[in-house]
């Protein structure tokens, strides 16, 4: 009987876990920017970003708030808020998309994820390539894109214009948990 016990508690345990683990979330994930001229670089940091990850179908969705990127210096973050982003109007990036080829489980590899990045009121589609792999049996994305200023209609004023590149490398880290809820 005890045996019993002891296998039904183990069953319930497993199925309610198996149906929790199909969804991830990373709640401090690290998005970060490079823009390289001649004049000055200009680097930001975002280590609050949300992304939830689907294993059943391998959807991903990001969102992050734009106020949280931090720069190096108060008057590039200021001029990022007020002037380019906009972030009282356009708070928030959003991307959504799905990984190609989909498997489960999640395997060391690079696969491609396509979808729609929503950026200063513009959504635009990408192909981001991502590398997956697992860390203490986690899934952990990592990769690197680029993002055209033009693309996303934010203005750069001619007088500095040529202090910030048109192309802009975004990198990114999402580090995993089973999403609980």
Request: a negative charge; proline letters at 3%.
């Amino acid at each position: 009987m005890n045996k019993f016990f002891t296998l039904f508690f183990a069953l319930v345990f497993y199925c309610g876990f198996s149906q929790n683990s199909s969804k991830y979330i990373s709640r401090q994930g690290h998005v970060s920017f490079f823009s390289y001229t001649s004049v000055e670089n200009i680097e930001a940091e975002n280590n609050q970003v949300l992304s939830i990850f689907d294993t059943t179908n391998g959807e991903i969705a990001i969102s992050m708030l734009m106020r949280a990127f931090v720069f190096k210096k108060a008057l590039m973050q200021e001029h990022f808020n007020e002037s380019y982003i906009e972030t009282d109007i356009y708070p928030k990036a959003v991307f959504e998309g799905v990984i190609t080829d989909f498997k489960v489980p999640v395997e060391e590899t690079t696969k491609i994820v396509k979808g729609a990045l929503t950026l200063h009121g513009i959504t635009k589609e990408l192909e981001i390539k991502t590398k997956m792999e697992r860390t203490n049996d986690l899934p952990v994305f990592t990769g690197s894109f680029e993002v055209l200023v033009s693309d996303f209609k934010i203005k750069i004023p001619p007088v500095v214009a040529g202090n910030i590149a048109k192309r802009i490398e975004v990198q990114f880290r999402f580090e995993y948990q089973p999403y609980e809820n």
